[in-house]
């Protein structure tokens, strides 16, 4: 069985996220969206909040799970018993950091490999915090996030 791993922030969970997701889970077995709990990263949405919203926004995709992790990833993707790291890619300036991320995975461990995935066009210039700059203005996020969650973003956008 081919499972791979789309890690990240998520935070919140957006229509790139999600563009990413459903293409990726065509071509894997399983796919499980990891959404990593950094202690030293100041984030908006808990980790239980964020899973949560990827669960309601994944509900109708079989194949996909939605878990979390701390520490480092490679040992989650052991854990999982997964070899492949999912990564999705905006512009150039992704490029560098993804770029030093994948080496260092594969150095921490040879088995695992990173494959990145193009963003689609119409979501170049979609990210986490671009919806909740947004969001937080008041302003429409309508196209940015699914629609399922979208009420349960704003809200918490509203509030915070
Ligand atoms: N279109 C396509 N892809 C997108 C879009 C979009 N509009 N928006 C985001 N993405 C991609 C990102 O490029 C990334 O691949 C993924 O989606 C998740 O994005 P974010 O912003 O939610 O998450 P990040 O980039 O903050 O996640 C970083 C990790 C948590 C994956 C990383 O820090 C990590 O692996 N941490 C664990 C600790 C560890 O193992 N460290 C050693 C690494 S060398």
Redesign the pocket.
Known sequence: MKVAVY?????PI?N??M??IKRASKIFDKLIVAV?RNPNKVATFTVAERMELIKKAVSDLPNVEVDHFEG???DFMRKKNARVII????AVS?FEY?FQ?AL??RKLDPNIETLFMM?SYK??Y???SVVKEIGRLGGCIGELVPEVILPDIQKKLINS
């Not at 890690?7 to 935070?11: C, E, M, N, Q, V």
């Not at 990564?87 to 905006?90: D, P, V």
């Open positions: 890690p990240g922030s998520f935070d957006t790139g996220h563009d990413i990593a480092l990833l490679v990564k999705g890619l905006r992704d993804e991320m260092m995975n963003t979501y170049s979609l990210s986490s």
